[in-house]
């Protein structure tokens, strides 16, 4: 639906000096409907901001990837898309289920196919062997009773990573169980001064609630957004109709469009889940810095008691099937969705010979 603004509802009397408004053609309770549909649509200005207005930041991915969900599978290939925008510092593999090292290198192998395509458009997309390099192992298991065991190659990473000089934070994004970062903030608590954790909560923290509760009590000024529900936005409302189906995006946007795109296909029944997605969205677009400001990756609310914790929005006016604050974030979908339209048909062809490789 074409945007409508006041002045499409409401005309102004020819009288304007007594500074009369009148409706000339509608009544009243149909203006208040014509809005309240215009709400509801999801239509909204252009988010600015974040990785994609020229911030770069630095990431390190902690995934449960090959362990029986296939989303993450999708957040992975859609991030490795994004990847010439963030210094992607590690990614880790970890608990609950099956899923080790080798399923993100398997992503990686399917990266360097397209990639000869992806760094004729920039120049920052790093290096299949980079990312090979950078994979690292983390716990096989959920933490015992007392949140935390030992240290482990991800646990040690987060603690390298953190500890570099380098004034930018760390920003840590969970789409598994916390298990490793549970442990690293064990055994090097003056990370917290340095990292900010984005976790996909759910299912994700009851396969592991110990290492999330060792958190939750002994590391109170962690700077933390817990995203329990907020992240099903990604999947769920917000524009749907024609080509921004999750089936119908995929079948016409993704399919076709290089080994990546191949790779994607069959995950999920051809359909968009992408619910770890969000976590580095919230980096894509928007402010960081501030979590309860709008952006791709949700709008969060401030825990109670916590300097630096935030949670879903638990306004009714957000709830999305059931699930609170899906609203901030598939308000977005169309955006975003086109947005990432562009970026796969970077995999199909290389970039025109006038279009610069710095971008």
Known sequence: MAALSFCDIVERDSNVKKGILKTTKWTLSTIIVIIAVFISSGATSELGGGALAGNRYRVIISTDIGGGDEDDIQSMVHYLLYSDLFDTESVISSPPQKGRKKDILDVIDEYQKDYPNLKTYSDKYPKPDYLRSIAKQGAINPAPEKGYSGPTEGSKWIVHCAKKKDPRP???????????????????????????????????QKHDQSAFMYIDKNHTDLWLIRNNSTFRGWYMGGRQNGDWGNRSFVDKHVKNHGELGKYFVPLKGGSIKMGDTPSYAFLLRGTPDDPTKDSWGGRFVKRKSRPNWWIDDPDPVLVERGH?????????RQQYLSDWQKRMDRCKDKAPLSKTNKQ
């Open 170 to 204: 760390l920003y840590v994004l969970v789409w598994g169980s916390i298990t490793d970062i549970a442990q690293a903030l064990h055994d090097n608590p003056e990370i917290k001064q340095k990292i900010r954790v984005y976790f996909i909560a759910s299912w994700n």
């Open 324 to 332: 609170h604050g899906a609203k901030t974030v598939n308000k977005w």
